[in-house]
């Protein structure tokens, strides 16, 4: 295992919102797809695309990572989970039980302006205007 913190980058969506849902997660430029993970919201497909960050950095080893997406409202109550435990329903128990199943993992997780995440822009690709 690496003892560095590692920047893990994650991004969801959904076509239409709601829609299915895919997502996208880049770890050392490696980009790593998931499709049709279901139908819901972007909020769904966020939380979705955070809990394969964790499950993705956890399979390859890594020992301390920084979760870095650009949904503001998920990075938020991703770090009270963090902080706090406080998971009480749906995607949030999901996600608390992800980080205790990548134990010893030190997780953190950080708010990032879209145009800078590395994810949403593989997820963009995929779907050029």
């Known amino acids: 295992m690496s003892g560095k913190r590692i920047k893990v980058f994650f991004d969801g969506g959904c076509r239409p919102n709601p829609g299915r849902i895919e997502a996208a997660v880049v770890i ?48 938020r109550r991703a770090r009270a989970i963090l902080n706090e435990g406080a998971a009480t329903s749906g995607h949030a128990v999901a996600f608390r039980a992800a980080v205790h199943a990548a134990a010893p993992m030190r997780v953190d997780v950080r708010w990032i302006k879209r145009q800078q995440n590395l994810a949403g822009i593989a997820l963009a690709a995929r779907h050029p205007r």
């Open 28 to 75: 050392r430029g490696m980009t790593y797809r998931f499709d049709d993970l279901g139908y819901g919201s972007n909020a769904d497909a966020e939380w979705l695309a955070l809990i394969r960050a964790v499950t993705v950095a956890s399979s390859v080893g890594l020992a301390q990572v920084e979760l870095v997406g650009d949904a503001k409202d998920i990075v």
